[in-house]
């Protein structure tokens, strides 16, 4: 995640991690983590998106609102 990315989406998790006592190492190692997860959470969403959006196309017309 970029630096820009961080600051618009308010993230002090990051600010944590710069400021806890650890090694240079297991601080990249720390925030890889987080931007694997990110990636992760972020990939799930949408698919969450647009397995909702392809919902609509599998009711049938009598059950839609």
């Known amino acids: 995640m970029s630096k820009v990315n961080q600051r618009a989406t308010g993230s002090d998790i990051y600010a944590l991690i710069r400021r806890a006592q650890m090694s240079d190492l297991d601080r990249q190692v720390a925030i890889d983590a987080m931007r694997i997860a990110e990636a992760f959470a ?24």
Do not use: I, N, Q
């Open 42 to 65: 972020d990939a799930m969403f949408w698919v969450k998106e647009k397995v909702g959006a392809l919902g609509t196309y599998f009711l049938k017309p009598s059950m839609k609102h």
